[in-house]
């Protein structure tokens, strides 16, 4: 499977302009911490993971906004983004 990254950034777009529309420019979220399952075994569907810890949403919040004043990402950035995507996608499930 190729992911073509033109695309992925435009939906990303899209998607993020109807919630906008729909909620408002800032949401409240009401969790923090989550489970984060080992990249190792997150695909790994056929075994139970046993490498499991806390993540917290605010700390991923807080390291992606520096990405406001500073350009110095890194490719854990994305996982952090993705963690608050996905918490966006659970809370405000009929959006839209």
Do not use: H
Not at 83 to 89: D, G, P, R
């Amino acid at each position: 499977m190729k992911v073509n990254i033109d695309e992925i950034q435009k939906i990303t777009s899209l998607l993020l302009s109807k919630l906008k529309e729909s909620k408002g420019n800032e949401i409240e979220i009401s969790n923090d911490y989550y489970w984060d399952i080992s990249q190792d075994e997150l695909y790994s569907p056929y075994e139970e993971p046993k490498k499991i810890t806390l993540g917290q949403l605010s700390d991923d919040l807080e390291e992606v906004q520096r990405l406001i004043k500073s350009d110095d990402a890194v490719m854990y950035d994305l996982k952090r983004l993705s963690n608050i995507l996905k918490v966006l996608s659970i809370e405000n499930q009929t959006a839209f």
